[in-house]
């Protein structure tokens, strides 16, 4: 089996490397490695990945700050690989822009499914679609949202957006106007529980919104904050 998915693999510790490299290959995934975090940087800037793996711990640049350089420049999928115990760094992970996590020691079978999970909902490869009679599309005054082909458009210009940007914003357009906490979001879009951190996603609403700013005012008014509760999308039309 071969695919053209092109997967960076980035850890301090080449026997994780080198199992990451194994079970990926196994899938078809071309792996590519990097064993620091300033290394990796610069692999990701000047190289199109479709997923980065990512250690958090690191000497000279840890895993978080790759993430936040990263996001600044791209918005290439990033899980982070993360020991027991710490809770904080996969919170600040969260908030510098990461899409999933993993815990060490972990089972290759499961990071191989969140990897596969990750590219069908991230990948320009599922661009392409032929069937537009059975998509999922989500049309309003200023923005589209194509379920299918993981597709934004703001006022027909599409916007290039990280997997849980698209997951937030998709979650909150499926329910027009209805409300939900910071805490429910985390559940339904992380999929975690921060214990009372609420900050990552206050983090990407921000990051959403000036995406969609930077095409359409109209479209990043549509996510409105509901002052002491948390965030709806609301349809503007003007």
Request: proline share 4%; aromatic share 8%.
């Given at each position: 089996m071969e695919t053209d998915y092109r997967i960076l693999v980035v850890d301090d510790e080449e026997r994780i490397r080198r199992l990451l490299k194994m079970y990926l290959e196994r899938e078809g995934y071309q792996i590519e490695e990097a064993e620091n975090g300033i290394t990796a940087l610069e692999m990701a800037v000047e190289k199109d990945y479709d997923l980065i793996l990512l250690d958090i711990m690191m000497p000279g640049k840890d895993g978080v700050e790759v993430c936040r350089d990263l996001r600044e420049k791209k918005p290439t999928p990033v899980i982070m690989l993360t020991a027991k115990g710490e809770e904080i760094n996969r919170v600040q992970g969260f908030e510098a822009g990461t899409d999933d996590y993993i815990v060490k020691p972990f089972?290759?079978?499961e990071v191989?499914?969140?990897v596969k999970a990750i590219?069908?909902?991230?990948?320009?490869h599922g661009y392409i679609q032929a069937d537009t009679s059975t998509k999922d599309i989500l049309v309003f005054p200023?923005?589209?949202?194509?379920?299918?082909a993981h597709r934004v458009t703001a006022d027909g210009v599409?916007?290039?957006?990280?997997?849980k940007e698209y997951e937030l914003l998709y979650f909150l357009?499926?329910?027009?106007d209805k409300v939900f906490d910071r805490e429910q979001l985390l559940k339904e879009v992380w999929h975690y529980e921060f214990?009372?951190?609420?900050?990552t996603v206050d983090t990407h609403v921000k990051r959403l919104r000036e995406k969609l700013n930077k095409v359409s005012e109209n479209a990043a008014k549509m996510i409105v904050?509901?002052?002491?509760?948390?965030?709806?999308?609301?349809?503007?039309n003007g």
């Open positions: 089972s290759p079978r191989v499914l969140r590219l069908r909902r991230s990948s320009n200023h923005l589209n949202i194509d379920n299918d599409e916007v290039t957006l990280t997997p357009a499926k329910s027009t214990f009372g951190d609420l900050r904050t509901v002052w002491g509760v948390g965030y709806k999308f609301e349809v503007v």
